[in-house]
């Protein structure tokens, strides 16, 4: 069984009520089920794909708007990232699209492109961001966090989608499950309100969810880290 999930999201002039904005939630706790965002025209191809070929149900979902039509891996210009992004294709396994040692973004579907803008005007300002499109929110992929979630390292998760029971919150119960520091973890979603009629764009400007809204919350996480990390040295 295959539940592609249309209008995933801000949807735009739909109306306040009609944002895609819980499919994760409540999919989420079902046995076996498999959830998969693509990021741009290709990955949602590669979905498909790999919802036929797997032997469990999965959901796949996609906002009501203009995705890339290329895949944003053709528009990586280091050459490693380029390979791994499209050799590493399989269940279960995120795909680093940029690279970064101040903070990573962990970006979960239609946003990716967002978190790309972001990284690009942080490292105009001296702030280098990883980016990474996590592809699954079940199964979440282990390797990526046990590398990323570490002390004094700022982790975004981004999503378009309600932070109760959503991706963010997936990104947590692992960490938990596995003993893992959340203390840097910083989770960016659908806030807890109705959002009313505008275009998409504009919805994702109101709730911070669009590049200059992502960079800024980058920006305040990297801060803190700096400072914790300055107060534990002048301590020592």
């Known amino acids: 069984m295959i539940f592609c999930l249309d209008r995933a999201g801000f949807v735009g002039d739909d109306g306040a009520v009609h944002h895609g904005f819980m499919d994760l939630a409540f999919l989420r706790p079902m046995p076996g089920m498999v959830l998969m965002a693509p990021s741009d025209e290709g990955e949602l191809k590669r979905c498909l794909q790999l919802a036929y070929q797997i032997d469990a149900p999965s959901a796949i979902r996609y906002p009501r708007d203009s995705v890339p039509p290329c895949d944003l891996d053709d528009t990586l210009v280091d050459p490693v990232l380029r390979e791994r992004a499209r050799s590493d294709w399989e269940l279960g396994v995120s795909r680093v699209l940029r690279r970064g040692t101040d903070a990573t973004i962990i970006s979960y ?14 490292s105009e300002e001296g702030i280098e961001t990883e980016v990474i499109d996590a592809r699954f929110c079940k199964p979440l992929d282990g390797n990526m ?4 979630l570490r002390e004094d390292h700022p982790v975004l998760t981004l999503e378009d989608h309600a932070l109760i029971g959503g991706f963010g919150a997936a990104v947590l119960e692992y960490a938990q499950l596995h003993r893992l520091p959340t203390n840097w973890v910083y989770r960016l979603g659908h806030p807890e309100r109705l959002i009313p009629h505008a275009t998409r764009s504009e919805q994702l400007t109101e709730v911070g969810l669009d590049a200059v809204g ?3 919350r980058v920006k305040e996480a990297v801060r803190g880290a700096r400072v914790a990390s300055e107060s534990e040295s002048l301590s020592v």
């Open 109 to 122: 579907g239609a946003l990716t492109e967002q978190a790309l803008v972001a990284a690009q005007r942080l």
């Open 214 to 216: 992502i960079a800024s």
């Open 145 to 148: 966090l046990q590398r990323v």
